[in-house]
């Protein structure tokens, strides 16, 4: 099966190599930019995209540059890397840091790889400090530590060290360890490996926890500044002591305050600059002249400003809060996914069940799910029959009917029925496991409205600076007090906020192709998620994305005196070991008319837009449509002729059964069949929405005219191109742009579709279809239904206006911030607030679009 997270590149070519970092010590979008930049000038790198909502790098490199080389990048950028992960699967994982060792088992026998989950790292340093307490453990060969996952994976070299040794380096290096049961565990081990599990989102939530007293507590130090200040308002003016002042100020400039400080000192020693820079030279100055106050005028109260220095941390640290709080939710839809994998399955052995953590189910084997369960691998069903929820992976509302030789995907619920599996794909092959991947690759990847930010995102710190320093020149020179000077270049400073600037497109894309999976729209990247909001003509396929491709024969017709169940015989046997439509309407004519078993055929092929072909006996027959007859000189009497046309009109599709001499090579018509489609009962009203939002259908379809026509009328589409190759299609996609002029969208769902579908600026691939149509779309709708596609266009329309949105307020809140404060309008604690809230309100306008329902979005008005 194709991978659905297969990724788009921009030369068209994948690259030899895709590595994944994760960035620590990003706070705004000229961090990501810096990194970006320092990635790129990596020799061999060809192509880096910086996510700010994700904190990855994801890097397009030759496969000569080593992992370590690009962390090392990032450090001298002044910014934290873990390698997160690697894509093409040439390495089992990297080194944490220049200095430590790559995992790459040596060739002295065989290896085991195993996983530890590590408790109490918090920064690149605790990485390696780990691995290298792995390393010295003896019968260890390669250790690579991952501080984003906060997992050590372990090569134990081909004499191994016992689990309790590994763990025992750990604790002794001052962190936490416990083992992540490998596949070939026994069973009774799974309770140690969900304990692992759990104690990873238990440290999450813990560290949330901090933040969140952290900023509780600043607020408590910072609020006796500022009441009596606010008490001046109302005539009150008593005011606390000055030591009790810079005490409380104090601990709340370098206790809580010290990250920005962290931060701003590596983007100084990268010769950078970023939001912390800012927060941290704001907040100095307005302490800093409040601490000379006291020293040479201590009877001066009214002159203290340590109130507004930690005011601002603590908002800015509030307003972080928040921001990764809102970013944690535009993550919902992955973790939704995720939480869809059961951690074990019941396996039939023999005639009993035995209860299996879900590593050790392999393929082929028979798995038990109960009513009420969930499926835990892809497979074919057994036995039984039931129903099946597939919501939360096709976005089907109903309960799916399900009955043996019926296909089940690993995450659907199981009804009422106890039902048995084969199994087909596990773990990282199994739908759900792309689903995911491919999410996740959209999620991180860059739309190219985001190129426009990053370059203003480039010279915003410099530019802020220099501003700042404006106005505090400007302000001394008109004749103001230092203090007042001062104040407002530190407003100035404070009032900046790239970080809006930073988040406004990647919060919009991760919310947008969260909630799109949820409702069954994959979209495989952040270019195809822009493109598609400007579709204005979409060109639809005909069998099996407007129809049910479920035809049937409705016809058929020997035409050269040959007996009626010989033809069809040699008809099935032609098309038996073919799983297109058409094909199984034959193979399923033949069984219901009683004929006896088939000829042997072999050497069966498909000839792409024509038909089938295969060997029986010393004869070739092929059956096809009537453009191959045609091609293959075949002359039809009269009587056929006005017959096929009399079948086409009523809405049939006709092919022939044909055979070629072997001797001469001349071919004849032995049968004409006649198939009949149903149209999908969506298909009409999906046609009318995208009208309503003002997109035009086309129908592209290799079917006859007559057939294409019916189908077409039926469904209320005025443009039909019958006939057509599938090389044809892909000319036909490229005439409707340029005739349009617009963005031209093709959905498809086979082999011959491809083409098109690569052709057209964006494709849509039903799942239900082939995976060669899947992996050249840009989306994939993992249901038959044509509705999707106004869908897809529909939520790419909405995340494309949140975009628009957010970046417009990031510029308005800097544009029209920045001379009030300057002007001297606004203190520097409204400025903070104002910063903090500029953050929040892009992800939060953004999170809204997870109010969207699909087809029922569009009958209850407009997007907010």
């Known amino acids: 099966m194709t991978d659905l997270a297969t990724p788009s590149y921009p030369s068209g070519a994948a690259p030899d190599r895709t590595a994944s970092l994760q960035i620590g010590g990003m706070t705004c979008a000229a961090c990501a930019a810096r990194v970006e930049k320092a990635l790129a000038r990596v020799p061999g790198v060809s192509h880096v995209s910086v996510n700010l909502m994700t904190e990855r790098a994801h890097i397009d490199s030759d496969p000569g540059v080593e992992v370590h080389t690009l962390i090392a990048a990032v450090h001298k950028a002044g910014y934290e890397a873990t390698p997160a992960v690697v894509v093409d699967g040439a390495a089992a994982g990297f080194a944490a840091s220049a200095s430590a060792p790559v995992l790459t ?33 003896p019968g260890v060969a390669g250790v690579s530590v991952n501080l984003a996952t906060d997992t050590a994976t372990v090569d134990l070299g081909a004499t191994p060290p016992s689990a309790d040794a590994l763990i025992a380096a750990v604790t002794q290096a001052g962190y936490e360890a416990a083992l992540i049961v490998p596949p070939d565990a026994a069973p009774a081990d799974a309770a140690t490996s969900e304990s692992a599990a759990d104690s990873l989102a238990q440290r999450q939530r813990d560290q949330a926890r901090r933040d969140y007293y952290a900023v509780l507590a600043s607020a408590a130090l910072s609020i006796p500044l500022v009441v009596p200040m606010i008490g001046t308002w109302f005539g009150a003016h008593e005011m606390l002591p000055p030591w009790l002042q810079l005490t409380l100020a104090s ?22 600059g970023n939001m912390d820079l800012l927060v941290a030279l704001g907040t100095s100055a307005a302490y800093g002249i409040s601490v000379y106050q006291m020293a040479f005028h201590p009877g001066d109260v009214a002159h203290l400003y340590f109130e507004a220095s930690a005011v601002v941390i603590t908002l800015v640290r509030f307003g972080k809060w928040l921001e990764a709080r809102a970013r944690r939710q535009t993550s919902d839809a992955i973790r939704a996914l995720n939480a869809l994998r059961p951690d074990r399955a019941r396996i039939r052995v023999g005639i009993h069940e035995r209860e299996v953590p879900l590593a050790q189910v392999s393929v082929g084997a028979v798995v038990i799910v109960r009513p009420g369960e969930r499926v835990p691998v892809d497979g074919v069903m057994l036995e039984g029959r039931t129903h099946v929820d597939e919501s939360l992976i096709t976005g089907e509302s109903l309960p799916v009917p399900k009955q043996p030789g019926d296909a089940l995907t690993a995450g659907s619920i199981n009804g009422e029925g106890a039902i048995a599996i084969t199994t087909r794909a596990t773990g990282a092959e199994t739908t759900l496991a792309r689903i995911i991947r491919l999410v996740e690759s959209a999620q991180a990847g860059k739309a ?113 005196g040959m007996d009626r169940d010989d ?121 009318a929405r995208l009208a309503q939002m003002g997109v035009r259908s086309v129908l592209v379809t290799g079917d006859n005219e007559g057939s294409a026509a019916s189908v077409a009328r039926a469904v209320g589409i005025d ?42 600026d964006i494709g849509m691939a039903m799942a239900t279809g082939t995976d060669v149509a899947m992996h050249a779309a840009g989306i994939t709708l993992m249901r038959g239904d044509p509705a999707l596609v106004a869908d897809a266009i529909d939520i790419s329309r909405r995340t494309w206006r949140k975009i628009r949105q957010n970046l417009f307020w990031a510029f308005v809140y800097n544009l029209v911030g920045i001379p009030l404060a300057a002007f001297g309008l606004l203190n520097p604690m409204l400025a903070g607030a104002a910063m903090a809230f500029s953050s929040v309100s892009v992800v939060t306008n953004a999170l809204l679009l997870r109010s969207w329902r699909g087809g029922q979005a569009g009958k209850s008005g407009q997007a907010r």
């Open 567 to 687: 033809a069809l015989a040699l008809a099935a046997a032609v098309q038996r070991h073919s799983d297109h439509p058409l094909a199984r309407a034959v193979v399923s004519a033949a069984r219901d008319a009683g004929v006896g078993a088939d000829p042997s055929a072999s050497h069966a092929r498909a000839v792409p837009g024509r038909g089938v072909e295969a060997q029986i006996g010393d004869e070739t027959f092929a059956l096809g449509s009537t453009h191959w007859l045609t091609e293959l000189g075949i002359q039809l009497e009269p009587h056929l002729r006005d017959r096929a046309a009399q079948l086409e009109a009523a809405g049939n599709t006709v092919s022939w059964l044909m055979r070629r001499d072997p001797a001469t090579h001349v071919a004849s018509a032995l049968a004409l069949i006649a198939f009949g489609d149903t149209v999908k009962p969506t298909a009409r009203a999906a046609v």
């Open 251 to 272: 601990i709340v400039q370098f206790g809580f305050g010290a990250r920005f400080y962290r931060a701003a000192f590596r983007a100084l020693r990268a010769h950078a």
């Open 719 to 760: 443009e039909v191109h019958a006939n057509v190759l599938p090389e044809d299609k892909a000319r036909v996609i490229h005439d409707l742009k340029i005739r349009s002029a617009g963005i031209v969208a093709m959905a498809g769902d086979g082999i011959n579709d491809a083409p098109a579908l690569a052709a057209a």
């Open 105 to 137: 088992p040596a060739d002295d026998g065989p290896h085991t790889i195993t996983e530890l989950t590590i408790g109490g790292m918090t920064c690149a340093s605790c990485v390696m400090r780990v691995e290298k307490a792995l390393m010295k453990v």
């Open 448 to 560: 190219p409205i985001q190129r426009l930010v990053d370059r203003v995102s480039e010279v915003f710190v410099p530019t802020i600076l220099a501003l700042a320093v404006l106005t505090l020149t400007g302000w001394l020179l008109a004749g103001a007090g230092v203090e007042t000077a001062i104040l407002n270049a530190v407003a100035v400073l404070v009032i900046a906020c790239p970080c809006a600037l930073g988040l406004a497109t990647p919060a919009a894309i991760m919310a947008g192709t969260g909630v799109a999976a949820r409702h069954g729209v994959l979209i495989k990247d952040a270019e195809a998620l822009e493109t598609a909001h400007g579709v204005t003509i979409v060109a639809f396929d005909k069998t099996g994305t407007l129809t049910l491709g479920q035809p049937s024969v409705t016809a058929f017709e020997p035409t050269g």
